[in-house]
Nanobody, 115 residues
Framework: QVQLVESGGGLVQPGGSLRLSCVGS????????MGWYRQAPGKQRELVAS???????NYADSVKGRFTISRDNAKNAVYVQMNSLKPEDTAVYYC?????????WGQGTQVTVSS
C-alpha cells in the first residue's frame, strides 16, 4: 500500500510562485507514473502534469511554460514548481501515482491565487 502526502499549498498573489511537494510511503518503483491533478470548485479533476520514472514529462496546455514537474525516485517524491500563477490556477491539487491497475492519491492541498 502506498500513501501520498502533499505539502506546499497556500495563498499567493497573482504572478507569484509556489512549490508543491509529494512524498510517498511504501515502495514507488520507477514504473509508476507520478503526477499532479487539480480540481476547482464546480469543475472536474484535471491533469496538471505527469512524469515517468525515466523523466519524460507531460503538461496541460494551460500550465506549459509556467509549471515544472520533477521527481526524485530515491525519495519517492514528486514536485511541481508553479510560477506566474493566475487566479484560474486556484484549486485543490492532488498528487497521484499510477501503474497499470494501481492508482494512489494524496489527500490534496489547497492553492489559492488571489490579491
Amino acid at each position: 500500500q502506498v500513501q501520498l502526502v502533499e505539502s506546499g499549498g497556500g495563498l499567493v498573489q497573482p504572478g507569484g510562485s509556489l512549490r508543491l511537494s509529494c512524498v510517498g510511503s511504501g515502495s514507488i518503483s520507477t514504473l509508476f507514473i507520478m503526477g499532479w491533478y487539480r480540481q476547482a470548485p464546480g469543475k472536474q479533476r484535471e491533469l496538471v502534469a505527469s512524469i515517468t520514472g525515466s523523466g519524460r514529462t507531460n503538461y496541460a496546455d494551460s500550465v506549459k511554460g509556467r509549471f515544472t514537474i520533477s521527481r526524485d525516485n530515491a525519495k519517492n517524491a514528486v514536485y511541481v514548481q508553479m510560477n506566474s500563477l493566475k487566479p484560474e490556477d486556484t484549486a485543490v491539487y492532488y498528487c497521484n501515482a499510477k501503474m497499470i491497475t494501481l492508482d494512489y492519491w494524496g489527500q490534496g492541498t489547497q492553492v489559492t491565487v488571489s490579491s
